[in-house]
């Protein structure tokens, strides 16, 4: 089935540091890929979605200056928090689908993010 | 009213019994319908993905869409200790899967030896 890797699983980092996170699709072209953020006992809530080769689109209240996305290839994405603080601390989670196979989203295994 | 809604629970049952999760939505023209399984700490992981009116079956799960009531559910058979976990409504406004979910807020579940 198809795989999506994403890397770092954790990330301990001081306040005001930059943390890129990259979300990879291991077996399948991914035209298609969303970046989630999940508060602890809280449902996933969409950040962005990105397609291959154009800007992200952003959800409301999403501030695209501090995520920055990139999809510069079929296989990988990045999201870069940028001058991360305490309250950026949460549970990133990238999914990925190729919007001509008709598959379902699979998710990454997700990045724990805590900033010091 | 929020577009995917799900009781939080903890929805406890004894093990080999039936669990059933629900979930109901309010954007009518949702197309695709999804459940899936988040263990703690961990990503979601896909169970079910169901399209049209009717039952569908996989294993020891069902999953149920009622698109006139707007509402979905999720039924687990026998449940194994193992089912114990946090299940994710989510739907789809398109058709199809190329469009992005939205997620209620997850039912717990607890299945007790």
């Known amino acids: 089935g198809a795989v999506v890797s994403q890397h770092p699983s954790w990330v301990i980092c001081k306040s005001g540091t930059s943390v890129k996170i990259e979300c990879r699709s291991l077996?399948?072209?991914?035209?298609?890929m969303f970046w989630y953020r999940q508060f602890p006992k809280q449902s996933l809530m969409l950040m962005a979605t990105?397609?291959?080769?154009?800007?992200?689109?952003?959800e409301q209240g999403v501030e695209k200056d501090k995520f920055l996305i990139n999809h510069a290839s079929l296989t990988l994405s990045t999201l870069t928090v940028t001058s991360a603080h305490p309250e950026d601390s949460s549970f990133y989670i990238c999914?990925?689908?190729?919007?001509?196979?008709?598959?379902?989203?699979?998710f990454g295994d997700g990045t724990r993010l805590s900033i010091l | 009213q929020k577009e995917v809604e799900q009781n939080s629970g903890p929805l406890s049952v004894p093990e080999g019994a039936i669990a059933s999760l629900n979930c109901t939505y309010s954007d009518r023209v949702s197309q695709s319908f999804f459940w899936y399984r988040q263990y703690s700490g961990k990503s979601p992981e896909l169970i079910m993905s169901i399209y049209s009116n009717g039952d569908k079956e996989d294993g020891r799960f069902t999953a149920q869409l009622n698109k006139a009531s707007q509402y979905v559910s999720l039924l687990i058979r026998d449940s194994q200790p193992s089912d114990s976990a946090t299940y994710l409504c989510?739907?789809?406004?398109?058709?199809?899967?190329?469009?992005?979910?939205?997620f209620g807020q997850g039912t717990t579940l607890q299945v007790k030896p």
């Open positions: 990105s397609n291959e080769g154009s800007k992200a689109t952003y």
């Open positions: 077996d399948f072209q991914a035209t298609t």
């Open positions: 989510a739907v789809n406004l398109r058709s199809g899967n190329t469009g992005k979910l939205i």
């Open positions: 999914s990925a689908i190729d919007q001509f196979s008709n598959q379902p989203q699979h």
